[in-house]
C-alpha cells in the first residue's frame, strides 16, 4: 500500500496579520517552532513506512519559497504543483488525483493543508492507517478531531452508524461553526468531531465522485493537467483552463454530497491555529499565561501572546492581550476580539496600502531585499544574494543604482563589462544600462543599494535573461 501526501500551500491567512502577508503568508512562517509550519507538516510525513514524498500544490508566487524550505529540510517533493489563481481545495485537490493516479492508478491520497498543527504525530499515523483502511475499500474518509472544548471557530462533523471497521464512522452531516449554546451540546452528545480539513482516499474515488457531483470542475481541471507544462522544478497547470474551473471547496463540492463519505475520530493535539488566540493556545506559557517571542519585556502581564520581530516590546500591566510587532506595523488586540483582525486587512486593502501583501524584506529565488530608507528621489535597500545566486540580467528607464559592498563577493555585469567586487568595494549603474549581479561566492553576499531617479516602482523592471524564467 503506498499513500501518496497532497500538501495544501494556498491561503494567506489574514487573521495572523501583521505576520501573515500575501507574500509570506502563515505556513511559510515559523509560528510555533523554528521551523515553517510547511517544514513541520512535511517532517511529521518522514517516519510513516506506507507514506510516498508530498506532492506540494501551491500558488505561482510562493513556488521559490516552497522549493528553498523543502530543500532546507533535506526534502525532495513528489512535484510541486503551481496553480495559475485560487480556486478552493477540491480543483486544487482534483488537480493533485490527476497528477498522482497518473503515476500510480491506485494511488491512496492523504490531504493536508500546510498550516495545521499536530503535536501527538504517533496518534496521527495511527489515524492515517485508519483512514487508509476506510479508502481501500472505497471510503472518502475525513479526520475528525475529538473536540477539547465548545468551539465555536470550526465546522462540525456528526457521526453516523459506526462500520464494521472498528474506530470508522459513517457521516451522518457536516455542520457549519456553530453558536457556543450548540457547541457545548455538541460536546455533550460525544458524536460530533471538529472538522479537521483532513482527508484520505483513493484518487480514482475522489474524481469519479467530482465528474458526478460537479462536471464542469472535473473537466476544467483535466484539461488544466493536460495541459500542463514544466518550469523547472516545477508543474505549471494551464491558466486558461483553469481559469475556467469553478471554485468550490471539497466539502461543498464532494464530502457533503458523497455517499462514501467516512469519518475517523482522532485525538492528535490539533489545531488549525486559524487566530492569535489559537497560537496562543498551542505554545508553551510562562507561570502567568504568557506566550512571547523576541526582545520582550513584560511587567505585571498575564495570559498574553507578545511577539517582537525587529525591536524590543514592553508591555505593562495587561492581560489577555495580543501585541505583534513587525518592522513596518503593531497590532495589539484582546484575545477575545482577534477573529476582526481580518477587518484590518479590509481596510488596508480598500486603501490601497501594502501593509497586507509583503513585509519590508521581500524574498526572492535568489534571496532578498529589504527596504532601509525612502524619500524623494531616492530609496535604499538591503539586498542579499544567496551562494550561487543570480538576479535577472535587466535594466532600468527611470532610476540609476549604486551597490555597496557590505560582505561577500559580487560578480557585477554592466553592459559589456564584468568586474568582481569585495568588501568595501563599489559599483555604479547608469539609466537604461543593462545590467546583472550575481554572488559566485559560497557565503552569502550583503549589498547596499542605493537607487536614485524619478520612479522607483518594483515595476521598472525590464528583463533581458532570467534563469528563474519569471516573466
Not at 65 to 72: G, K, S
Not at 145 to 152: C, D, L, W, Y
Not at 203 to 226: D, K, N
Not at 419 to 424: D, G, S
Request: glycine share 6%.
Amino acid at each position: 500500500m503506498k499513500i501518496y501526501p497532497v500538501i495544501l500551500s494556498g491561503g494567506a491567512g489574514t487573521r495572523l496579520w501583521p505576520l501573515s502577508r500575501a507574500a509570506l503568508p502563515k505556513q511559510l512562517l515559523p509560528l510555533v517552532s523554528d521551523r515553517t509550519m510547511l517544514q513541520e507538516t512535511a517532517l511529521r510525513l518522514r517516519d510513516h513506512a506506507a507514506l510516498e514524498a508530498p506532492l506540494i500544490v501551491c500558488g505561482n508566487e510562493h513556488r521559490f519559497l516552497v522549493a528553498e524550505q523543502l530543500r532546507e529540510i533535506n526534502l525532495a517533493p513528489q512535484g510541486i504543483m503551481l496553480e495559475p489563481l485560487a480556486r478552493n481545495t477540491a480543483p486544487a485537490v482534483a488537480a493533485a488525483a490527476l497528477y498522482l493516479q497518473a503515476l500510480d492508478p491506485e494511488a491512496l491520497m492523504l490531504v493536508l493543508p500546510a498550516d495545521h498543527v499536530i503535536t501527538d504525530v504517533p496518534a496521527f499515523h495511527a489515524a492515517i492507517d485508519q483512514a487508509a483502511q476506510a479508502a481501500q475499500n472505497g471510503a472518502l474518509a475525513t479526520f475528525g478531531i475529538v473536540p477539547t472544548a465548545p468551539e465555536t471557530g470550526y465546522g462540525y462533523i456528526h457521526a453516523g452508524q459506526a462500520l464494521a471497521q472498528a474506530g470508522t464512522f459513517a457521516v451522518d452531516r457536516f455542520v457549519e461553526k456553530p453558536d457556543r449554546a450548540t457547541a457545548q451540546e455538541f460536546l455533550a452528545a460525544g458524536t460530533y468531531y471538529w472538522n479537521s480539513g483532513m482527508f484520505l482516499f483513493r484518487a480514482a474515488t475522489y474524481l469519479a465522485e467530482l465528474e458526478a457531483f460537479q462536471p464542469a470542475m472535473a473537466s476544467a481541471t483535466a484539461a488544466a493537467v493536460a495541459q500542463s507544462y514544466r518550469d523547472l522544478d516545477f508543474c505549471r497547470l494551464d491558466e486558461a483552463a483553469f481559469a475556467a474551473c469553478p471554485a468550490d471547496s471539497i466539502d461543498y463540492a464532494v464530502m457533503e454530497r458523497t455517499r462514501h463519505a467516512v469519518v475517523v475520530p482522532a485525538s492528535i493535539g490539533w489545531s488549525d491555529v486559524g487566530s492569535w488566540s489559537a497560537l496562543w493556545e498551542v505554545q508553551p506559557a510562562d507561570a502567568q499565561g504568557n506566550v512571547s517571542r523576541g526582545d520582550v519585556y513584560l511587567d505585571d502581564v498575564s495570559g498574553s501572546l507578545v511577539r517582537a520581530e525587529s525591536r524590543i516590546v514592553a508591555v505593562v500591566g495587561v492581560k489577555d492581550l495580543v501585541v505583534v510587532e513587525t518592522a513596518d506595523a503593531v497590532l495589539v488586540a484582546h484575545k477575545d476580539q482577534v477573529q476582526r483582525v481580518k477587518n484590518i486587512v479590509e481596510h488596508l486593502k480598500t486603501q490601497q496600502r501594502t501593509e497586507h501583501l509583503h513585509h519590508t524584506r521581500v524574498y526572492r529565488p535568489w534571496g532578498c531585499y529589504e527596504g532601509i530608507d525612502l524619500g524623494e528621489r531616492f530609496q535604499v535597500k538591503r539586498i542579499t544574494v544567496n551562494p550561487g545566486g543570480k538576479l535577472s540580467l535587466q535594466m532600468h528607464h527611470h532610476r540609476a543604482e549604486h551597490w555597496i559592498v557590505v560582505s561577500g563577493t559580487a560578480r557585477v555585469t554592466c553592459g559589456d563589462q564584468v568586474t568582481l567586487l569585495t568588501e568595501n568595494e563599489s559599483t555604479y549603474i547608469p539609466i537604461g544600462m543593462n545590467h546583472r549581479l550575481e554572488n559566485p561566492g559560497k557565503l552569502p553576499l550583503h549589498l547596499i543599494e542605493v537607487q536614485s531617479g524619478s520612479y522607483l516602482g518594483e515595476d521598472d523592471i525590464v528583463r533581458f535573461e532570467d534563469v528563474y524564467q519569471r516573466s
